[in-house]
């Protein structure tokens, strides 16, 4: 395993009130960031990034849509929050349905723009672009200091679709081609099952998370993780090293269910 393999924890869905304790047990796990994302229906994320910041951790958007933001406002909390966290944001943007082609790098290079002409190069945050499609990787490769693959289609209902391995193993190269740089590769984990039984796992989840895909696919997915927590460990060991991530990073619901995992690859 990469010794600098890190991980990030969404708290997306933590109440306002609970965010400073569930940083503090997030960073007692052995996660090294603590994230959240630009949802309509939730609390700003800057605002409770502030929070988790005052708890002590580095913090970061995962994702911010530029399409929903003015480009000088987006640019406006930015700077707020490099503030209000002694310089450890890392600003993290994407856009996932765009409305037409290349409208989401329009507006994720629009917000750039914004940022970087309003915040100085020394004060400047750690930039992670996500890739949702093809039309992303050329922009990532030259402006991303992280490029995190998404590597789902999001369908009707708001379900995911998920990629597979070569794909993903596709756009990391072309990702590092492009960029002709060193680069950190983040990766999305969809799926967490601690179990022992790999195979029925993947069979249950299979229809709906990855119906183009066979079982075995599945199983071979990266960020989809089927196993025991020593199962699990061994294959991000091998994923890391073959496919070249350095970071995963783990929505909600998955955060206390991988914190063994974690565990387990640190020695601890």
Known sequence: MPTDLRFAA????????????????ALDAGYDTVVTSDHPG???????????????????????????????????????????????????LGVPQPSGPQAGPAAVAAALDAVEARIEPE????????????????????????VSIVGADIVAGGGLHLHSRARIAEQIGRVRELAGRPMEVDLGVKQLVVTDDRAAAAAGLRPQAAPSLTEKELLDLPHALFGSVEEIAGQIRADARDLGFGRLSMHQAMVAGFTPVISALRGR
């Open 10 to 25: 969404s708290l997306l869905l933590t109440p306002p009130a609970e965010w400073a304790s569930a940083t503090k047990t």
């Open 42 to 92: 939730m609390g700003s994320p800057f605002q409770t990034l502030a929070v988790a910041a005052g708890a002590g951790a580095a913090t970061g958007t995962y994702l911010v849509d530029p399409s929903r933001w003015p480009p000088e406002l987006l640019a406006r909390e930015v700077d707020t929050a490099i503030t209000l966290s002694g310089g450890r944001f890392e600003l993290g």
């Open 123 to 146: 004060r400047r945050p750690r930039v992670l672009l996500a890739v949702f499609s093809d039309e992303d990787i050329p922009l990532a490769a030259e402006r991303a200091d992280v």
